[in-house]
C-alpha cells in the first residue's frame, strides 16, 4: 500500500516499447521481483496455479534457502496472492487491475503492456 508510486513506476516501464527487453530482479527473486511479476502476469490473465508455480521455482533458488526461508517465501506469496482476492468484488485479475489503476496506471497503459507482451 505504502509503495504504490513505486509500484506505477516499475509497471508504467512495461507500456514503454523503447525499454524492451526488460531484465528485472532483486537480489533473490521472492519479493519485489516475485510482485512485480505477479502484478503483470495477473493483467495479462496467467493463472493463479501457474503464477504460483512460477513464484516457486524462485523460491527454490540457492539464494532464496540461504535463511532456511522456504516455507516462509511460500506462505509471502499466499500472503499476497490472498491480498488481491480480497482486494474487491472480482476475479483475482480483476481486482489485480483495479489496484493498478488505483496506484495510477492507465487503462491505456494496461492495454498497451497487454499488445506488447501479448
Known sequence: EKNRELIAREIRA???KDNYPIYFHCAIGRDRTGCLAFL???LLGVSERDMRIDYEISA???SANLDD???KTLQFFSDV????INYGKGTLQENVEKFVLECGITSEE???IRKILL
Open 14 to 16: 512495461f507500456a514503454n
Open 40 to 42: 503483470l502476469h495477473s
Open 60 to 62: 527454490l533458488s540457492e
Open 69 to 71: 526461508s522456504f516455507d
Open 81 to 84: 496472492i490472498e491480498y488481491f
Open 110 to 112: 494496461i492495454l498497451t
